[in-house]
C-alpha cells in the first residue's frame, strides 16, 4: 500500500510560480509511474503530466514549456514545478502512482491562479 500526500498548493497571481511535492509513505515507489491530474470546478478531471521510473516524462499539451516534473527517489517525492501559471491553471491538483496503472491518489492540493 503506497499513502500519497500533496503540499504546495495556494493562491499566485497570473504568471507567477508554485512548486507542489508529492510524498509517498508506505512503500518505496520508485519503480513506479508518478502522476499528477487536476480537476477545476464542474469540469473532469485531466492529465497533467507524469514520469516514469526510468525518468521518461509526458505532459499535457497546455502545460508544456511551463510545468516541470520530477523526482527524488532518495526522498520518495515527486514534484510538479509550474511558471507563468494562468487563471485557467485553476484547481485541485492530484498526484496519483502505480506500476502498470494509476492505484493511489493523494487527497489533492488546491491551485488558485487570479487574474
Known amino acids: 500500500q503506497v499513502q500519497l500526500v500533496e503540499s504546495g498548493g495556494g493562491l499566485v497571481q497570473a504568471g507567477g510560480s508554485l512548486r507542489l511535492s508529492c510524498a509517498a509513505s508506505g512503500r518505496t515507489f520508485s519503480t513506479y509511474r508518478v502522476g499528477w491530474f487536476r480537476q477545476a470546478p464542474g469540469k473532469e478531471r485531466e492529465f497533467v503530466a507524469d514520469?516514469?521510473?526510468?525518468?521518461?516524462?509526458t505532459y499535457a499539451d497546455s502545460v508544456k514549456g511551463r510545468f516541470t516534473i520530477s523526482r527524488t527517489n532518495a526522498k520518495n517525492t515527486v514534484y510538479l514545478q509550474m511558471n507563468s501559471l494562468k487563471p485557467e491553471d485553476t484547481a485541485v491538483y492530484s498526484c496519483?502512482?502505480?506500476?502498470?496503472?494509476?492505484?493511489?491518489w493523494g487527497q489533492g492540493t488546491q491551485v488558485t491562479v487570479s487574474s
Open positions: 514520469i516514469h521510473w526510468t525518468g521518461s516524462r
Open positions: 496519483t502512482a502505480g506500476i502498470s496503472s494509476y492505484d493511489y
